[in-house]
């Protein structure tokens, strides 16, 4: 049997009617401006963030990157939350392809308090970087899925324009934070000046991602970014018609992910010595932790793994399980199972 797989909400394969409408797409030289699929997918995009322009970019994080570099040139700083993707995943491709420090902050939730950051703005100095920039995470991946509260992130991004900052959102799962709460797309992205989303996270399609901002800021500068980058695709309407398809059939469905993963969490807070960060699943991550010696998470993983269940280690001491296009309810409700079942021999002798 094949395995369930909860290492990500990447791994969905295409669906028959995102293949068809992939197979059917209308295509040109995207790099000349002529594919009218990429055209069709941006201007949705646009649309639905509220945003008067969008550029399709091959990954979440080159439509990141594009983000910090079209607020900061090198000698510039940017302030974000210290758990954040482009913080901790982009291998500091701020740093390595623009010239740009970050500044991290903790926070407890994945969102930082105006309080933290007033003195981290640095004065006008010749011995000092420029700051330039907030880039905020929604929803919040190392913290599991967590939906960060509007009314902090509207008082954060309003205190960051005040003070002269830009403001990028990674929206990679974005739309599972509209499932979630019933707040439509484009009143997340209005405090932001940028905005980042993928296709190919719980929307379900095989590549991509946009991100979305003012017109002239799109197709001036973060054209000439994506080049740079390397992103400028040519047919790319092939896969940008599986991101439309995505887009108009996959974003009612979130909500069934969330209940899947709540399923899983569920499970997770019957077992002692397991807790499920966040206390709960708000979208389609689970991150639980393990009170259990470091690396006990990667001894679960494994057990998991023999059992048909694939999940990730986060760190030394967390598991992380997505649900997405690919599982069912009951798919969630087996995992959850499976690791009740796993955890009993494993948290015994681990704990013994
Ligand atoms: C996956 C992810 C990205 C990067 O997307 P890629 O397409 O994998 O480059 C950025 N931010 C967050 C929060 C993500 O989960």
């Known amino acids: 049997m094949r395995p369930l797989d909860f290492r990500s909400d990447t791994v969905t394969r295409p669906t028959a009617g ?4 992939m197979a059917a797409a209308e295509v040109g030289d995207d790099v000349f401006g002529e594919d009218p699929s990429v055209i069709a997918l ?21 439509s990141n990157q594009i983000g910090v570099r079209l607020h900061c040139g090198a000698g510039d700083e940017f302030l974000c939350e210290v758990n954040c993707h482009i913080f901790n995943y982009e291998q500091g491709a ?24 007033v003195s981290r703005i640095r004065p006008d100095d010749p011995h000092l970087v420029r700051t330039r920039l907030l880039c905020l995470e929604n929803t919040h991946n190392r913290w599991g899925g967590r939906v960060l509260p509007y009314d902090g992130v509207a008082e954060l991004c309003g205190w960051a324009r005040d003070n002269g900052l830009a403001t990028h959102l990674d929206g990679a799962r974005l739309f599972n934070a509209v499932a979630a709460t019933g707040v439509a797309a484009a009143d997340w ?11 190919s996270k719980g929307l379900g399609a095989p590549v991509g991602s946009a ?27 092939v896969i940008a018609a599986g991101a439309l398809y995505a887009l108009e059939h996959h974003r009612q469905r979130l909500v069934d992910d969330h209940r899947a993963a709540t399923a899983i969490a569920e499970a997770v807070r019957q077992c002692e010595g397991l807790s499920v960060l966040g206390g709960r699943a708000e979208t389609n991550i689970v991150i639980f932790q393990i009170d259990a010696p470091p690396g006990t998470n990667r001894t679960m ?20 399980l997505v649900t997405h296009l690919d599982v069912s309810l009951d798919d969630a ?14 948290g015994a002798s681990a704990t013994a």
């Open 18 to 21: 995102m293949r068809e409408a």
């Open 42 to 62: 941006e201007q949705r995009t646009a649309e639905l963030l509220g945003k008067e322009a969008a550029l399709f970019v091959p990954s979440g994080t080159m």
């Open 94 to 117: 701020y740093a390595q392809l623009s010239g740009v420090a970050a500044f991290p902050v903790e926070a407890s939730d994945g969102l930082p308090r105006v309080e933290q950051l």
């Open 189 to 199: 992205a209005a405090p932001f000046d940028t905005v980042s989303v993928c296709f």
């Open 211 to 237: 991100i979305v901002g003012p017109r002239e800021l799109i197709e001036r500068r973060a054209v000439r970014v994506r080049k740079l980058f390397g992103g400028g695709m040519r047919q790319a309407g």
């Open 301 to 320: 993983v494994d057990a998991l793994a023999e059992r048909g269940v694939l999940a990730i280690t986060v760190g030394h001491t967390s598991v992380r």
């Open 333 to 346: 409700v087996r995992a959850g199972e499976t690791i009740k079942h796993v955890w009993t021999t494993i």
